[in-house]
């Protein structure tokens, strides 16, 4: 909790003023018991109603100033833990917006959500409660020892025998509770994991009949996580009824040795009554710390977590340099001796790949299923940095552009299509906000879209549901092509994005975008050989090495691997 400090220095004046109310709240608090004594002892024994009713006009005006106070304390609380909260989702989304993709696929989408919300409500909620509790808790407990001393030094050591073993049982929970709120939120992950897979691949489910099986993985992430719960709750349970023992038998003593002490003459009754609500004060006060005990343990594992993203450093960092001037005479992108590896102790996933595409270029990446081809590509906008060798766009390493120059030049179509939620037209211009709508209607025709889209009742304002499913496979492949062609970019790198069409629409494809992309540099991933077949360059991927680069003549001929594809998919003469 202590490093998300930061996110409340805009709000200083809030958590300076509101502690203090609360203070004003607790010191009015612990008056109380001496009026009610003044009471008792001498408008009461000397039977003066105009003396009860005047302290008892006093007890009301304390009441409405303790409940001013609260009050103010509560809109300062609520504006600062409200307002941090705020900071803190945005700092955390801001973060994560930074990290490469190889942090992302550490820490997991699930995690990263639960921590955007559930745990920053945690710390949210903690800093109300500190602003609100944490002064006045401690205040009331060594206030009521220090007015329990005035009356009697004696019977106040009751009090800081009650004191201390109450802390000692606070402290023992706090100890115990720590992991075990650590665990429940990082099972909290696996419910929200477990939920994604569900809700994303229900139809998968539907045609394999699994909902049966579904409901028992929930069940067990959910079970899981109550069964920690109920643990934790068990522990933190034992906080009220140790507290109200101890208190009770403190009470109990102080009644008894009180007594003593009236009949002998030594107190009077008000002031053992004043001691008894003292005592009463320190059960409330003891309680609320159990509770904030518990909430604070709650956040400081949930703030933990926060800090965990705060604290990862993504291995993908721009320079702070100028714009890159582009060597036009060189090739357009260059791989020297590359390697990768997702992990440092796993086996590389490229070795030492070579080649070179110049401008202009229509670029095939054929290979089986995990030879390497998607993590190839994405080395060329920095996805990932090398583990050793260089890629190099315009005679420059890609490590020396700043991402906004790079991946600027770039349209990008990944395996998976993603739309966004809003219309059609919102997501034409997701790469080019000031594209019009003759250029978006060109991409649309390019990428063979523009046909089902003019159908659509209302054209480019036709609304784009979550992830697009109200489209098909696909349509929203050809979209997601639409949008990469509307910003018009020097590089188009196509990840396998023909796999949903049907052969005529992948040849319509390729012809319409050898046609008006002439300028382009196109890259295309693909399984299919048919698709590569016309290329000006056809890279073979095959086991993280380059098994064949060339023309597809030239790669029938000489390169087993690139044969072997041809002829399981065509036979005979049509391979060639």
Known sequence: MFKLR????????????????????????????LVMARIIDVGIANRDPAYVWGMGGLLVGLAVLGWSSAMFTQYFASRASQGAGTKIRRALYEHINLLSHAELDSLGTPSLI??????????????????????????IIAGSLVM????????????????????????????????????????????????????????????FSKQKAECVRIDDATGDYARTAVRVSRLSALLSPVTYAVTDIAIILILWFGAVK?????????????????????????????????I?????????????????VPTVVEKENAEVVPDLSAPKIEFEDVSFNYS?????????????????????????????????????????????????????????????????????????SVLFSGTLRDNMKWRNKSASDDEIIRALKTAQAYEFVSKLPDGLDSRVEQGGKNFSGGQRQRLCIARALAGDPEVLILDDSFSALDLATDAALRRALKENTR????????????????????????????????????LFESCEVYRDICLSQQSGEAAV
């Open 344 to 416: 440092d102790d796993g086996d590389e996933e490229l070795s030492k790949v070579s080649f070179k595409i110049m401008r202009g270029q229509t670029v095939g990446i054929i290979g089986g299923t995990g030879s390497g081809k998607s993590t190839l590509i994405n080395l060329i906008p920095r996805f990932y940095d090398v583990g050793s060798g260089r890629v190099s766009v315009d005679g420059a390493d890609v490590r020396d552009y700043p991402f906004a120059q790079l991946r600027g030049q770039m349209g990008v179509v990944p395996q998976q």
């Open 262 to 294: 009236v009949d002998t003459g030594e107190m009077r009754t008000g002031e053992i009554v004043a001691l008894v609500s003292y005592m009463t004060q320190i059960l409330l006060a003891m309680i609320v710390v159990a509770n904030l005990v518990t």
């Open 148 to 207: 329990a001393m005035t009356i009697n030094l004696q019977l106040s050591l009751i009090f800081f025998g009650a004191a201390v073993l109450i802390a000692l049982t606070l402290w023992l929970v706090m100890t115990k509770s720590v992991p075990m709120f650590a665990a429940m939120q990082k099972k909290l992950d696996r419910i929200g994991l477990v939920a994604r897979e569900n809700l994303s691949g229900n139809r998968v489910i539907r045609a």
């Open 519 to 554: 300028n382009m540099t196109v890259i295309i991933v693909t399984q299919r050989s048919t698709t590569v077949k016309n290329a000006d360059l056809i890279l073979v991927v095959s086991d993280g090495t380059l098994a064949g680069k060339g023309t597809h003549e030239e």
């Open 114 to 139: 639960t921590r955007i919300t559930n745990d920053t409500n945690q710390v949210q909620q903690s800093i109300a409660m500190m602003i609100r509790l944490l002064t006045r808790a401690p205040f």
């Open 6 to 33: 930061r996110f409340l220095k805009d709000y200083k004046k809030e958590c300076i003023i509101g502690p203090l109310c609360k203070l004003f709240e607790a010191i009015l608090e612990l008056l109380v018991p």
């Open 296 to 312: 604070m343990t709650r956040s400081s594992a949930s703030a933990k977590r926060i800090n965990e993203v705060f604290e990862t």
